[in-house]
Structures are given as C-alpha cells and as structure tokens.
C-alpha cells in the first residue's frame, strides 16, 4: 500500500503541472498575438520525492496513502515562475486569480514581506480539477512567482540550508540577509530605469 | 480586418490543440501507473492554413472573420491518433467520449463504411472550453482516429490527390483501392494473432 | 566496481545517440532547403539496460566494467530509423556510409535475406567518436533501418518472443511468418504506385 | 540569388547550434555522471535575419550569397551561456577551449574590461566543420557568456538602443552604467558567500 501510493499520485501531480503549463502557454502565445506582453522568463516545476512526501504526512499523524497525499499536502506539484520585474509578479498573479478552473486556497507575499533571512517571493496555491477520461480528481499546485535576481540569491540560500559543518554560519548568514537587500535595490531602480525607458508613468 | 483575422484564430486553434495534448499525455501516464495499457502509437497535428480558411468560409459565403474562423469551421484545429490495431481505434474513441468537458459535435466510422476509394479511418469533432485567464472561448477540434498502416495508406492517397497530370490515374487509383483493402485484411490478420498472443477471446 | 560502470557509459551511450539525432536532423533540413526529400518517417532510440549489459559481457566471458562495455558490445547505443518505402531504406543506409566521421563496422540486409521467422530490417553498427571537452571516446551506435509495415511486424513479434506460456507457439508463429510475407508484397506494391504517381523510371 | 542564399544559410547556421548543443548537453550529463559540476543554468540561441545579414554583407562591400554569408559573418550563429557566477564563466570558456573540433577565431572578455556603457560578458568566436553526409562545410559560432546578472541588465540596455524618442536619455544612460556596476558587486559578492559555504579557497 504504502509501497504503491507514490507511483499513482506522481502521475496526477505532474498531471497538474502539465495542465498549468498548458494554460500558461496559451495565454502568452494569446497575448503575444495581441500585441501584449507576457511578464515570463522561464518556468521550473518541481514534484515533490516520494520519500519527503511520506515525511510530511508522517509528521501530520496521517496515513500515507493516495488519498492524504493528494488532499493533505499543498506543495507535492510545484511550479516555479520567473520574471524580469517586481511589478510583472504582481501581473502575473492577478492573472492566475482570473482563471474560472483555478481555485485560490492559499496567498502569500514574501516580496511586501520578506522572511527574517531576505527570502522574497509570491507564493500562492490552487486547487485544480483534473479530468481523467470521464474521473474528476482534484490536485493542488503551488506557485512561486518570484524575479530573477530573487531567484538567484534563493538558490545560493538553499545551498547553504542543506550544507552541513559550515564555518562562520552566523556570518554568512548575515552577508546573505545583506545581498538579498542590494538585490531587491537593484530590482527596484532596474524597474525604474525600465518605466523611464518606455515612458510609463 | 480579413488579414488580422487568422493571428488570432491560430494562437486559439493551437491552444485548443495544447490541451488536448496534455488530455492525452496525463491519461497515457495514469493508465500505465496503474499498469493499464493506453493503444496510442503516435499522434500528430495540423492547423489549417489561412489560405484554407479564408477559402472554406467564402465558399460558405461566410464573412472572414475570427467569430466564423471559431464557430463555423470544424476542422481547423486536427489531432490524429495513429495506433496499432483496429480494435485500439474504438477503445480511443469511447475513451474520448467520456470526458466532462469535452463535448461531441459529429462522429463518422469510415472503418466499418470506408469510402469508395479505400479510405478508412474514424473522425470526430469535439467543442472543448479555452479559459483564457477568465474569457472562455469554445474552439472545435477534429480528431482522426486510424491504424498505422490506414495512415501510411493515406499519406500516399494524399500524394496523388494533390498531383497534376498523372498518367494512368484511374489504373493508379484501382491499385490504391486494392491495397487499402489488403491493408486492412492485414490490420485484422494482426489482430487475430495479438489475440492468439495473449489469449484474449 | 561493478556498480558504477553503468552511469558512466549510459552518459556516453546517450551521448552517441544525442550526436546521431544531430546529425540526421541536420542533413533532414539541408536537404529540404534544397528541395530534396529526405525519407525519415520517425526515429526511436533505445539504450540496453544494465541488466542485458552485464549479462552480455558475462556471456562472452567479460569482465564488467566501463571499457569492455564500450569496446566489446555493439548494440549498447540503438537508433531505429523508420522509413515509407523500401527504397528508403538503402537510400539512408548509403548516405550513412558517405559521413567522414561514422566508421562502418557491420552491416547485414535482413530485407533481401529475411531471417526465417519473416524477420525484415537493414542493420549497420557504427563507430563514432565522441569529443569530451578534448578527451576523444568511441562508441558503437547499432542503427536498424525498416519501413513502417516491417517495425510494426516486428513489434507484434516481439510480444510473441517474450510471452510464456503461449498456446499454439507454432500455428502463431505459421501466422506471423505468412503476414511477414504479405506485408512484404504490400509494400512493394506501395512503392510500384508511388513510383507510377510520380513518374519515376 | 540573393532571394535564395538565406534558406540554405540558415540550415547551415541551425546546424551548427544543434551540434554545439548536443556537445553542451553531452559534456553536462558526462560530468554530472562524475559528480563534477556544470556550471551552466541556461543556454539561448539566436539565428541572425536575413535582412541584418544582407545590410552586413553589403556595408563590406560584398555580394550577397551564402559562401560569404558563412564565410565573412561571425555572429550569424549565437549561442549564449548564462551562468550563476563569474568564474563559471572562465571555466565554461576553458572548457570549450579544450575541443579538438572546435578552432578558436577570436576572443574578446568584456567582463575584465566591460563596455563604457557597463555591458559584461565574455565572447567567443568558433569555427566548426559540419558533415552533411560527407560534405565538410565550415561554420563560425559566436559564443557569449555571462551571468545571470549580467543577462539580465543587457537585456534591459538592448531594450534603450531599439527605442526611439526616449527622453533623458542621457540620465537613462547614466543610470544604467550605476546598475551595472551594482550588479557586478553584487555578483563578487554572492560569489564570496559561495566559495565561504563551500569552504573554497
């Protein structure tokens, strides 16, 4: 049971995610016909492994089966979207709240509110209906919508998080918090430079 | 007007297009997570050139406009699903008829009625949704459904029908009809000993 | 030792095939740029699994490990070209012989001398070498070329090859020896109509 | 002629960056496969339009074919790699070096001594031979290598040069040159703390 609940539910989540990515496809392909800008640089996606999955239904004191992994766990499909300029995730989210098939189950904005150690990013999780021949089963996706620059320093970050014996950790620790600010300055008059090039107000 | 009419049309034609794709790519990988076999060999695509569709809707005596490109013409969008055996055509196309949110316009069996020249194949149009960040937009798309060798049959019919000055036509077009009907004596000769194969009644 | 000799050559393996893959694509264009046809229908590709290495290398009285593994089998790299016609199949296995960095090492025409259960393909082993940032490998790329009637023929034969327990193994294997054939014809009658389609000599 | 040097040029040029690709690709799973790491997050490639390489061939005075479309033109083919740090981009540019199928034609490392107007990166010019089934046929590559950073701010630069009627342009100009320096800070500094979690010297 236990054994088998990874491979079915593996298939449903990256279900989700190809679905997501159709959608996102669509659209900026539909925009770009109209002569309008889709704010995306690139999309990762992510599934969670089989072994972090049963971890974290073990730690909630549920049963790891299809069921929990599907309708308990909010990030097993993960789709990662990177963008040029702050203002663009703002877009982009805005956009992602219109789809009538997306569900809004959770929001959050690390960039208005960054983690205590400088993490900047919109997180937010949709609960989607996947249509198996005739079947409705719904699958949870958590996105990420975060800039470039964001994306670059959450990746050294995460390096340092699953690293161990690390000398000077304090220390480095605080020269991260310190990048992640020069970062979010640079993101900011990049923005700016941007709105004078093309004369938006 | 009638020259912006087909940028936009294409991105939803091929967006409609996309998503049946990903239908068909979540299914395949869910049936064999569950160790079920889905009878697809390869499937490939088409979008009807502008040329095409300005030429069908005049001769509807239709305006060329994107509404008509969407509601009147059937086969803009075109997904074949090529597959091994005669009896994979129907299971697809019972499978297909039992999403939710695809919804049958017409259904033609030129397996078991060929027509007079050899052709045979299963056809379907089926209306499906585009949500495109909120306006949803309903496209059609044609599904041809055929075995291997029906499709390698076709390709050469194709040839000659769109060939000028062809010598000997009709002998060419009596030798075509005799090998589709060897073809599908074949088709049915494989299945029989798939059947054989596996003890299937 | 023994356990890691496979990650190893599986990267130059596929790495044979990803160069294959390039070069077949490249000429497909350039010929099409110059209004020729090259006559691919589709190529799949295989890569022998550990298991089947290490039994093959064992069989021969090998030693497991990285340099036998690329010196001593042939069909480790698999590339299968696919193709309409039976001309095609000699038109491609030609040109493959013109390429100034494949060194033909096998050939055998399994078309004009089937193997005895109905068996029809051209096989070609090849050595290529691969350039690793200055380190110069060989490696064998086995390439079976066959048109679409043969690889769906050899697909069912397949099936028939590992399947226990079969009933009536000799009156299937009477049946698929007498499609093989019929298969055969079918083909050669193909060619005869395209060639009278499009006045070839 | 001239109508017709472009479709065959620009086979030759995609050939070239399939086959750059396929040795990117090939080196990155070889060394992953050695647990070396690769540092390269993502790689784009460019094709020059016909009209920018006919106005180039004609400011130098040359007739307009494809012998001196792929002989006189080094930047027909681009690929960029975009890398995390600043010494991947010196070991990415050794790395290439190293090829025995690789010439190096010219090298420039704007990164040491970048532009008065901030822009970094550090170009390469490769001959490579393609084999278009035994025909040898000579194409440059241009290879340009940064950092993410760097990427991201000549992105926004190129964006100023295609932009007619900027107003204060000068301080846009000004501003731009700011950014730049504070992305190469930034860039030292994000280094710094990698090589203090990797405990690198």
């Given at each position: 049971m236990e054994e088998s609940f990874y491979k079915e539910s593996i298939v449903l989540i990256e279900g989700a995610i190809t679905e997501m990515l159709a959608k996102l496809d669509i659209i900026k392909k539909y925009k770009l016909a109209r002569n309008?800008?889709?704010?995306?640089e690139y999309i990762t996606t992510r599934v969670k492994t089989e072994e972090s999955m049963k971890e974290k239904l073990k730690r909630k004191g549920l049963e790891v089966n299809l069921e929990n992994a599907l309708t308990?766990?909010?990030?097993?499909a993960g789709v990662r979207i990177v963008c040029s300029y702050i203002d663009d995730v703002y877009q982009i989210a805005e956009m992602l709240k219109s789809y009538k098939d997306l569900k809004l189950i959770k929001e959050k904005d690390y960039i208005k509110n960054p983690k205590p150690n400088g993490y900047r990013s919109y997180h937010m999780v949709f609960e989607m209906s996947l249509d198996l021949a005739g079947e409705i089963i719904p699958v949870f996706v958590e996105i990420q919508i975060r800039t470039i620059a964001m994306d670059f320093w959450s990746s050294l970050e995460h390096q340092m998080k699953y690293k161990?014996?690390?000398?000077?950790q304090e220390l480095i620790a605080e020269e991260l918090k310190r990048c992640a600010d020069q970062i979010a300055t640079t993101d900011l008059n990049m923005q700016t430079i941007r709105k004078m090039i093309n004369n938006e107000e």
């Open positions: 309008e800008r889709v704010p995306i308990k766990i909010y990030d097993a161990k014996d690390i000398q000077n």
